[in-house]
């Protein structure tokens, strides 16, 4: 079955650090790919998508390529903020040409910032 | 315009009670999903519906779960006889469920502890 594998954290970074998220997916078929971010105390938010090979998802200063060739989808970010404090999940959608859009996600990525 | 709510937010119960958990999703959202997020088990699918429909109930981990959605609207998750290992976070999403517009929204989930 479809599976996503993401690095698993902790991760602790300064303000103003580069961040890679390391992520890679199994799946049968085509799959969407998406980046999901849970800040402290709230649900689960969209950050990013990409529904196709080389397709890049962008927002709020990160992105993720949809990566075929090697089956990943990192999610990066020039220049972390406080703000940014968060559990980061990866996620595939793979409805084989249904309407069950049903979500996988790996593990989780706790990231702490610190100024 | 309102998102996803979810009732109660949290929900303590002795084991072997049943609970109900209620979604009520974003208006005119036809697709709608239930999951689990646990300690030990991360993000995990229960189960999908489309309109009052459940083609796909494969997450649900015993009979004891059930789901039903009513009028295309609301939904409600019922454990029955609660065990420890039931006690997590449990999430609904809602989605316009067309293949040009598949985005889950999360609501902010249901706490649920089983002492």
């Known amino acids: 079955g479809d599976s996503v594998t993401q690095m698993e954290g902790p991760v602790t970074l300064s303000e103003e650090a580069f961040l890679t998220i390391n992520c890679t997916y199994t799946a049968t078929g085509y799959p969407s790919l998406f980046w999901y971010v849970q800040y402290p105390g709230e649900g689960l938010q969209l950050l990013l998508k990409a529904t196709k090979a080389d397709d890049k998802g962008s927002n709020k200063g990160f992105e993720a390529t949809y990566r075929k060739e090697t089956t990943s989808f990192h999610l990066e970010k020039g220049s972390v903020q406080v703000s940014d404090s968060a559990v980061y999940f990866c996620a595939l959608s793979d409805s084989r040409g249904g309407s069950n859009y049903k979500l996988t996600f790996g593990k989780g990525t706790l990231l702490t910032v610190n100024p | 315009g309102a998102g996803v709510s979810q009732s109660p937010s949290n929900k303590v119960t002795e084991k072997g009670k049943d609970v109900e958990l209620r979604c009520d999703p974003i208006s005119g959202h036809t697709a709608l999903y239930w999951y689990r997020q646990s300690l030990g088990q991360g993000l995990e699918f229960l189960i999908y519906?489309?309109?009052?429909?459940?083609?796909?109930k494969s997450g649900l981990p015993s009979d004891r779960f059930s789901a039903e959605r009513t009028g295309g609207s609301v939904s409600t998750l019922t454990i029955q006889r609660t065990q420890q290992e039931d006690s997590a976070v449990y999430l609904c999403?809602?989605?316009?469920?067309?293949?040009?517009?598949?985005?889950?929204?999360f609501g902010p989930g249901t706490r649920l502890t089983v002492t």
């Open positions: 519906f489309q309109g009052n429909s459940a083609p796909d």
């Open positions: 999403a809602s989605s316009p469920g067309r293949r040009t517009s598949y985005e889950q929204y």
